[in-house]
């Protein structure tokens, strides 16, 4: 990007564990914030080169990381085997926008493609939290 000389975005994904302490997660947690300190670290020494850097903070999104056995264990650890429905209430209680239990891939894909536009051309260095403000709290 450097040597064509015509700018760009780069876009990387961390996660609200990276912004907001949760159980469980201190590992998946500390290398989150390492990812959004380097998000911002590459915004500032690429900036003179018009190379924006930024990055998404998913909250719960619908694909295998969430839904699997061991995830749903961790939130339901009264039920020797919970399922999806079982866990989809503490979900959903986590979120401050009520609209849905989880995010989804498109949400993400619709969060990066405007930062990766001209829409947001002068976005650099931020940390964009795309969780039904769960990190808001």
Do not use: C, Q
């Not at 850097?53 to 650890?77: C, E, K, Q, W, Y």
């Not at 993400?108 to 931020?126: K, R």
């Amino acid at each position: 990007m450097i040597e064509a000389g015509r700018g760009g975005s780069i876009v990387i994904t961390s996660s609200g564990a990276g912004i907001k302490p949760m159980l469980h997660l201190g590992d998946y947690g500390a290398t989150k914030a390492a990812v959004i300190y380097l998000t911002k670290v590459l915004a500032l020494e690429n900036g003179e080169h018009g190379i924006r850097v930024n990055s998404i903070a998913p909250g719960n999104v619908d694909t295998p990381l969430v839904m699997n056995d061991a995830v749903f264990s961790l939130f339901r650890p009264d039920l020797e085997h919970p399922t999806r429905e079982d866990v989809e209430p503490v979900f959903a209680g986590m979120n401050v926008l009520k609209t849905k239990p989880w995010l989804t891939g498109r949400d993400m894909a619709n969060a990066v493609a405007w930062l990766a536009s001209d829409d947001a051309a002068f976005i650099t260095g931020v940390v964009l939290p795309v969780d039904m403000g769960v990190t808001a709290g």
